[in-house]
């Protein structure tokens, strides 16, 4: 389906976010948004103390590829304007991770009850929109027709550091035929927003990856016959930095359990297909 498609149903696509949106508020739905809301861009979420927010807002700035910023909110205000006009960053993920001194101690299903008045919130492109400029393309997802979310691993890629922030990058691997791959790589240099182009395919172990078959965060997928591993920088990066920051307190999703926004995922092409 093109993506126009999604802005000429706009109505009826929205009818369907709003319901999501409502049932992810109260609860009804816990699980991954990959193939949620299609049409609708996906963030990761970082919630943490004003006073680490510009040191984290440069980690940002100076590792684009797994930590692409798109949105970041005034200290103590919940909401992203310009993501959507009624989104709530306390309440509209699946599942939130809290984290004390770089631990993650525990998850829940929102953070009102904890949210304070110093708060920020930095909102990062996340590979669930690209997902769906490659599905439109005819090529397909594992993780999504099986259900299951998309495999995620630590490499030994190392980020670039600011203040306390610090750690080496997470890929997230979708495995697809070397015709696919070539052309997911065409596709996705148009999205630099939402992780952009593969950083690598091929070997795992040149990422400093010992097994597919033991992700770090997600699920295991198969890599079939003929079929090549493609890594693609994740947004799970920040919380590896959060492990080295040791920040007294910190707030991110859970792995796959993404912010959906207004946005449109045709919004954030930089070029023409």
């Given amino acids: 389906m093109p993506e126009d498609s999604h802005q000429m149903n706009r ?15 109260s609860n009804e739905f816990c699980g991954p948004t990959s193939g949620l809301a299609p049409g609708f861009v996906q963030c990761n979420l970082v919630v943490i103390p004003e006073i680490y927010a510009s040191d984290f807002q440069r980690f ?6 797994p930590c692409p910023l798109l949105a970041q909110s005034v200290p103590g205000d919940p909401t992203l304007p310009s993501l959507g006009a009624t989104l709530d960053v306390r309440t ?8 004390h ?10 953070i009102r009850d904890v949210w304070r008045s110093d708060l920020a919130a930095f909102a990062l492109g996340c590979s669930f929109s690209f997902e769906e400029a490659l599905i439109n393309e005819g090529i397909p997802m594992r993780h999504i027709d099986l259900g299951v979310n998309v ?10 550091a600011s203040g306390p922030f610090e ?7 979708r495995p697809m035929t070397p015709a696919n791959a070539i052309k997911a790589i065409q596709i996705c240099s148009r999205y630099p927003s939402v992780h952009g182009a593969p950083i690598h395919f091929g070997n795992a172990a040149q990422l400093g990856i010992p097994n597919l078959d033991t992700p770090d965060f997600g699920d295991r997928v198969d890599v079939a016959p003929g079929e090549t591993p493609v890594f693609w920088a994740c947004g799970v990066t920040p919380q590896l930095a959060l492990e080295s920051a040791k920040l007294p307190l910190a707030f991110t999703h859970s792995p796959g359990c993404m912010l959906i926004t207004d946005k449109l995922n045709s ?3 930089v070029t023409s297909p």
């Fill in 11 to 25: 109505p009826n696509v929205a009818c369907q976010l709003d319901d999501l949106r409502r049932r992810i508020r």
């Fill in 60 to 65: 940002c700035e100076l590792n684009p590829r």
């Fill in 92 to 99: 509209d993920l699946p599942r939130y991770r809290h984290w």
């Fill in 101 to 110: 001194h770089g631990v993650v101690t525990h998850e829940s299903r929102d």
């Fill in 151 to 160: 495999p995620m691993y630590r490499t030994t890629l190392p980020c670039r």
């Fill in 167 to 173: 750690g080496n990058m997470v890929v997230s691997m």
């Fill in 267 to 269: 919004e954030l092409a």
